[in-house]
């Protein structure tokens, strides 16, 4: 909810979301989760707990983290893994995220995954999409990459069915994506799609054909 407070004439924009804070959870059970197209359950990856989310091929899905308060800007951050399915198609990519911004109905969000498949391809155009933004609904990578060449899509050392540390720093309309404990982003978006105002839900994304992992994720609210 936003609301308007007029001080010596100047409208000060009020949002519940910018209060400073903390939110975590580590994700091991599926309490506080809501699954969209997508299934979970509690499992483990290389001795460390999470929850085991998949999606069949065919569209993404969300794992929606419904405990953690509005957000607009701050930092996201959590561990996460993606493999691929015994069904996945010859495109997939073992396809994981962050969504954040959610929407209420969850029809407009903005997301930044990885294609940990890529990370380490002989293919250097493959290589090169291994990370993504992309708006939802009307910016998807295929939209993106037509019309803004190599814009939204960088290239970081990834290995599949591997914990890698994900860490967003989202601040009006730019976003940085850190991998790993890196000092500097893999990627950096200066344009967000839904603008600098939006604020709503945050979610694990998870495209087609994987299987994938997640566990300790925190927020930080600015």
């Known amino acids: 909810m936003r609301a308007g407070l007029l001080l010596a004439g100047v409208l000060i924009s009020l949002n519940a979301s910018a209060a400073p804070g903390i939110w975590t959870s580590t994700l091991t059970t599926t309490n506080d989760t809501e699954a969209v197209n997508i299934t979970v359950s509690p499992g483990k990856l290389d001795g460390k707990a999470g929850l085991n989310v998949s999606r069949a091929p065919g569209t993404s899905g969300l794992l929606r983290l419904k405990a953690a308060p509005d957000f607009r800007d701050g930092t996201i951050e959590l561990d996460i893994a993606g493999g691929l399915r015994p069904d996945a198609s010859p495109t997939a990519r073992a ?52 019309e803004s060449p190599e814009k939204y899509e960088s290239y970081v050392d990834l290995l599949p069915d591997h914990w890698t540390h994900m860490k967003i720093e989202i601040k009006g309309a730019e976003a940085r994506l850190f991998v790993d404990g890196a000092k500097q982003p893999c990627l950096v978006v200066t344009d967000l799609k839904l603008g600098a105002d939006a604020h709503g839900g945050i979610a694990v994304w998870v495209g087609p054909g994987t299987n994938g992992y997640v566990r300790d994720v925190k927020v930080r609210y600015r």
């Not at 407009?108 to 990370?119: D, M, V």
């Open 95 to 146: 396809f994981i995220g962050v969504s954040f911004r959610v929407s209420p109905d969850a029809s407009h969000f903005e997301t930044i995954y990885l294609r940990p498949t890529n990370g380490r391809a002989d293919d250097q155009v493959r290589r090169n999409h291994t990370t993504q933004y992309i708006s939802t609904p009307d910016f998807d990578f295929d939209r993106l990459r037509k």
